[in-house]
């Protein structure tokens, strides 16, 4: 049943992921077109900005792909990993892009050019339309950490496109032709602050930290309180993708039947799944005071008993 309900999701993503390549692709060649004619830097920018939205697209339609496909020997947990490698190179692609725009937007300052205003407006009236109508289909995945870093991208440009819209008008009413250029500054600023909570999340699942708003000290009063636990230790969480989280962890309980120890087990696992959503752990049972060295526990005594769920 997971399975199917997995399948199904990821079908439902990759066809919004394909219509949004598709219309994507559509306005970049609309804004470099009217930003060439209406020789606007902000639209300009705005094709930039769209050009990283199709590539993270591209990227994220491929992730999906890879995440669909079942464990191997050679890749045990699978594909998860993909999607949040897509993101983290789809963060540092803004940042990238956001300072070019910077660059582009100062020098013309420098040296203003006439801007014409009514192309930027219908322009960017389209694109506000098309990019709030993709982030809309993509906050149905908004868990997914592959997925987020494209809603951002079309939230993001969501805005942006309306600051042209408004910096068109500006120019209109006013005939300053510095507007332009400090709506372009504006925009990089928007990509800059959007890229980095997820190349941040994304780091850290890439580096096995422990996932967002979880506390290994509270997992760990949670798991003492269960009987007949006397003690935990070397206790370990992380995420192996945006929405899968998983746990391992030494616990110290006393000399008893596996059938009795077996119930704590299941005990452990029905919390950390309630509580934490974390369905895959590993937990080794002891039944001796440990002595832990360089990560690794080692027993006093050798009389201890594994239990591993998954």
């Given at each position: ?16 992921l ?56 050679r ?59 993709i ?48 709506l ?25 930290g422990?996932?967002?708003g ?41 000399d ?11 005990l ?43």
């Amino acid at each position: 049943m997971h399975v199917h309900a997995s399948d199904a999701r990821n079908g439902t993503t990759s066809r919004v992921l394909r219509i949004s390549l598709v219309v994507t692709l559509a306005y970049i060649v609309l804004l470099v077109v009217a930003g060439l004619r209406a020789h606007s830097l902000a639209l300009l920018s705005e094709a930039g900005h769209n050009l990283s939205d199709f590539v993270a697209l591209l990227m994220s339609w491929g992730a999906v792909y890879l995440q669909g496909r079942p464990p191997s020997a050679r890749k045990t947990f699978g594909y998860n990993r993909a999607g949040v490698l897509v993101a983290f190179v789809n963060g540092l692609s803004l940042v990238l892009i956001a300072f070019y725009i910077l660059y582009e937007a100062f020098r013309r300052l420098q040296t203003p050019v006439d801007v014409h205003a009514g192309i930027m407006i219908w322009v960017a009236a389209a694109g506000v339309v098309m990019n709030g109508a993709i982030a809309l289909l993509l906050m149905r995945g908004h868990r997914d950490i592959n997925l987020r870093s494209a809603l951002l991208h079309e939230i993001g440009d969501t805005l942006s496109t309306a600051a042209v819209i408004a910096g068109g008008i500006m120019i209109a009413l006013t005939g300053e032709r510095w507007i332009d250029p400090a709506l372009s500054v504006g925009i990089s600023v928007m990509i800059l602050w959007s890229s980095i909570g997820i190349i941040r999340e994304s780091l850290n699942i890439l580096l096995e930290g422990t996932p967002s708003g979880m506390e290994l000290q509270r997992i760990e009063e949670i798991i003492r309180t269960i009987p007949g636990v006397n003690d935990v230790h070397d206790l370990h969480v992380w995420s192996i993708g945006s929405d899968t989280h998983s746990l391992s962890c030494h616990v110290a309980i006393a000399d008893m039947p596996a059938s009795e120890s077996e119930g704590i087990l299941r005990l452990i696992r029905e919390q950390m799944g309630k509580r934490f959503h974390i369905h895959h752990t590993t937990i080794q049972f002891e039944l001796a005071v440990c002595e832990v060295a360089d990560g690794c526990v080692i027993p006093i005594s050798p009389a201890h008993e594994h239990g591993h769920s998954h």
